[in-house]
């Protein structure tokens, strides 16, 4: 995913490259036609416009060069500056009529220093170009005559104010440009933030819906794994089958427990016909259980005792007598009421 700071610094690139670019096709068009001009008239004004242009196109090929390989931007740009200040001097020695409509030009320096984004770099660029200027106003004399014809003078003039004023604001377009596509980059991230954020919120409200169905689910398959029912006011049926393990046991103690101390039972019959097999272990559970619910003031009545559970509850011969037994839950009902 692109990052502002990543997008930013390729949109600068492309600025770079786009201003290098044009300027690297003016300058193909003005050393072209200079050329042409100079082999025609073998003007020394178009020589040297010729050389101007050429010393310009060479650092905006440097500069497009460095690009396409990928170098950092501060070290592609520097032949496309340079190319500027060696153009500026050339025009302060050759043309010095022009020195003062060509210099703000250094501008576009200091601009191409600021798509490094780094303040001191582009603080010696603008040290750089003033001094440059001071070079070209103050110690570059002026000529006493004008080698150019007045009204070509003030054409140069002219136009080169236009194309400063012109490549500038070209300039800060594309960056300003570059900066609304970053914040529309910026939003969009945090659109897609968002929304990623309620996905999240929406897959965590399923996942607690399915673990609180799941939960109702146990609640419910535990309920029917070990039923406890009411047989009437104060006594309990507690029906077991299946295999029992101590997990089952254990929650069977927790319910029955719980049921006694609810419905205020005075008798618990455990009926354990459907139980095939109980081991030392269970049978301990269930001796454990008879003594918990006597402590709550109501007895264990036990029916459908095999031979094979008997004989482990006598192996166990512990707490054997706070167990009541009965052939069936029948007969353990009329043994509750018999009590009453």
Not at 12 to 36: F, G, K, Q
Not at 58 to 84: D, E, V
Not at 107 to 117: F, M
Not at 283 to 295: E, F, N, P, Q, S
Request: net charge neutral.
């Amino acid at each position: 995913m692109l990052t502002s700071s990543a997008f930013i610094e390729q949109t600068y690139r492309r600025i770079a490259r786009a201003i290098a670019s044009w300027t690297l096709t003016l300058d193909t068009i003005v050393l072209v036609s200079s050329l042409v001009v100079f082999l025609l008239t073998a003007s020394p004004f178009a020589r040297d416009i010729a050389g101007i242009a050429l010393a310009s196109a060479t650092g905006c090929a440097l500069t497009l060069w460095f690009m396409a390989r990928n170098y950092p931007l501060w070290q592609a740009t520097i032949p496309f500056a340079l190319s500027i200040i060696v153009c500026e001097l050339l025009v302060a020695f050759w043309f010095p009529e022009l020195r003062l409509a060509v210099a703000p030009f250094l501008a576009v320096v200091i601009l191409l220093a600021g798509l490094q984004q780094d303040r001191r770099f582009t603080i010696g660029a603008m040290i750089l170009c003033i001094v440059v200027i001071i070079g070209i106003v103050g110690l570059i004399p002026t000529a006493e005559e004008s080698a150019i014809p007045q009204t070509m003078l003030t054409f140069l003039r002219t136009t080169s104010i236009a194309a400063l004023i012109i490549a500038i604001w070209a300039f800060l377009d594309r960056i300003l440009r570059a900066q609304m596509q970053a914040l529309q980059l910026a939003d969009e991230r945090a659109i897609e933030a968002e929304t990623a954020r309620q996905a999240t919120e929406m897959a965590r409200r399923e996942l607690e819906q399915r673990a609180t169905e799941q939960q109702r689910l146990l609640e419910v398959i535990s309920a029917l794994e070990l039923p406890v029912l009411k047989l009437d006011d104060q006594v309990l049926l507690a029906p077991l089958v299946g295999n029992l393990d101590s997990r089952r046991t254990e929650q069977l103690r927790h319910r029955i427990l719980e049921m006694v101390a609810t419905q205020r039972a005075h008798t618990v019959i455990i009926d354990i016909t459907g139980v095939a097999v109980i081991d030392t272990a269970v049978a301990k559970g269930l001796i454990d259980t008879a003594a918990a619910i006597r402590l709550l003031g109501a007895r264990t009545i036990v029916t459908g005792i095999r031979p094979g559970v008997a004989q482990t509850l006598v192996h166990l011969n512990a707490g054997l007598g706070n167990l009541i037994t009965a052939p069936n839950p029948e007969m353990a009902m009329r043994l509750a009421h018999q009590s009453i």
